[in-house]
């Protein structure tokens, strides 16, 4: 009981910093909120709702232990903001994402206490928000200009980096950009198609609009303006076999156009370790790379960074959209391959996908590319094993923004 009561204690007092005003006039918010293991926040005025979903790894060992794995730990949370659901994923470990932003709030992950070993029930966690400029709700709102200025004032923050010797600096500050923007929950993807362009992707109204940003100059780095997007997309839709949940998400950009679609690979047999990799064959363009371990488990390697479904939106029809031509096995090689019902029943996961409604629509002729990647083979363990949907778009610009 003593152990029940405390927890709760922890739940219940909260720091708290109100709304404060700043010097102009303008309402600044400030708030650091521990919550505990399944519980909800709901913050005043209802401005948003938090809840700690799960915690998805720790990897620190508690101070008596002699190791030291720093704070390696990541946990899920469900935000709630003006009727839009969220459910990102926080970590504390170096190089992975401690913060979103969500409509002009930034949610940063500080501490998860206590140290393993400890019940699920005694874990709680401390997020600081605070106001901030959202890029991505200012293209959701169409004020591209104030986005623009928004990286802007980004860029020309101090930072702590240390750039590789063997990296060019420009490349490394893009890469870091881009990062960034992904971080603003209303951005789908953002992704370098040049060292003068990005492209960022993200929903407005249940409907995905692409921009490209122009990089002015290098040193130091400075944005033009939004235009809009020429060139292709391909949607990635990873669904798991077993369970046949649509799992996670990524759009990839290429500058330019086709006539055909093609898929080629360079594929290197698992006598231990081998991989698969898959080439957009017009472009020449590596659009997938998974390593293959024996009596192991590999990893997708390219693309990084896949968006969970929840960060798009569904659609309410209950119809079943296929494509007119069916689809086509990309990556075939040695080994098993699941029946081709199986493969349906894992398509019908993707249906709710707006954005897939969307790519199936603006190329109705053309087959669905599918792959399906085994990680880990030998005896295998069929709950590693993804199917891949792989769709195609093209964009002409219409419009300077």
């Known amino acids: 009981m003593k152990k029940f009561f405390y927890f709760i204690s922890a739940v219940t007092?909260?720091?708290?910093?109100?709304?404060?005003?700043?010097?102009?006039?303008?309402?600044k918010y400030s708030d650091t909120i521990t919550i505990g293991y399944r519980q909800e926040y709901l913050a005043p005025d209802d401005a948003f709702s938090l809840q700690f979903d799960s915690l998805l790894r720790d990897w620190r060992v508690p101070k008596s232990s002699p190791e030291d794995y720093g704070k390696?730990?990541?946990v899920r949370v469900s935000l709630g903001i003006n009727g839009q659901n969220y459910q990102p994923v926080l970590s504390l470990f170096n190089g992975e994402q401690r913060y979103v932003i969500a409509q002009g709030l930034r949610f940063e992950l500080l501490a998860v206490d206590p140290l393993p070993p400890a019940e699920p029930a005694d874990y709680r966690i401390k997020i600081a928000v605070q106001e901030c400029e959202d890029v991505g709700q200012y293209l959701v709102d169409g004020k591209f200009e104030e986005a623009r200025e928004a990286i802007d004032n980004w860029l020309k923050e101090p930072k702590d980096w240390v750039i590789p010797a063997n990296v060019l600096i420009p490349v490394y500050v893009l890469e870091k950009l881009t990062g960034w923007l992904e971080y603003h929950l209303a951005v789908s993807d953002a992704q370098v198609l040049s060292q003068s362009e990005i492209i960022i992707s993200y929903s407005n109204q249940d409907k995905y609009e692409y921009k490209a940003l122009d990089i002015l100059s290098d040193f130091p780095m400075q944005t033009g303006v939004f235009h809009d997007f020429d060139g292709t997309s391909l949607l990635l839709l990873q669904?798991?076999?077993?369970?046949?949940?649509?799992?996670?998400?990524?759009?990839?950009?290429?500058?330019?156009?086709?006539?055909e679609f093609s898929v080629t690979d360079d594929y290197k047999s698992p006598?231990?370790?081998?991989?698969?990799?898959?080439f957009y064959k017009e472009f020449e363009q590596l659009f997938f790379y998974g390593t293959i371990v024996w009596m192991g488990c590999g990893e997708i390697l390219y693309p990084k960074n896949w968006n969970i479904p929840q960060e798009y939106p569904l659609t309410a029809q209950l119809d079943i959209v296929v494509p007119k031509n069916g689809?086509?096995?990309?990556?075939?090689?040695?080994?098993?391959?699941?029946?081709?019902?199986?493969?349906?029943?894992?398509?019908?996961?993707?249906?709710?996908?707006?954005?897939?409604?969307?790519?199936?629509?603006?190329?109705?002729?053309?087959?669905?590319?599918?792959?399906?990647?085994?990680?880990?083979?030998?005896?295998?363990?069929?709950?590693?094993?993804?199917?891949?949907?792989i769709l195609r778009n093209q964009f002409s610009p219409t419009t300077i923004a």
Not at 327 to 341: I, L, R
């Open 271 to 278: 006598g231990d370790f081998g991989y698969q990799k898959l």
């Open 72 to 74: 390696n730990v990541k």
């Open 239 to 259: 669904v798991d076999y077993t369970s046949n949940r649509l799992e996670a998400v990524k759009d990839l950009f290429f500058p330019g156009q086709s006539d």
């Open 327 to 389: 689809f086509e096995w990309a990556g075939v090689k040695e080994g098993w391959q699941p029946p081709s019902e199986d493969m349906k029943s894992a398509w019908l996961s993707v249906m709710p996908s707006v954005l897939a409604r969307e790519f199936i629509a603006a190329n109705p002729e053309e087959k669905v590319k599918v792959y399906f990647y085994r990680p880990s083979v030998g005896v295998g363990d069929p709950g590693d094993w993804k199917w891949i949907f």
């Open 13 to 27: 007092f909260l720091t708290v910093s109100l709304p404060v005003h700043a010097d102009d006039g303008n309402a």
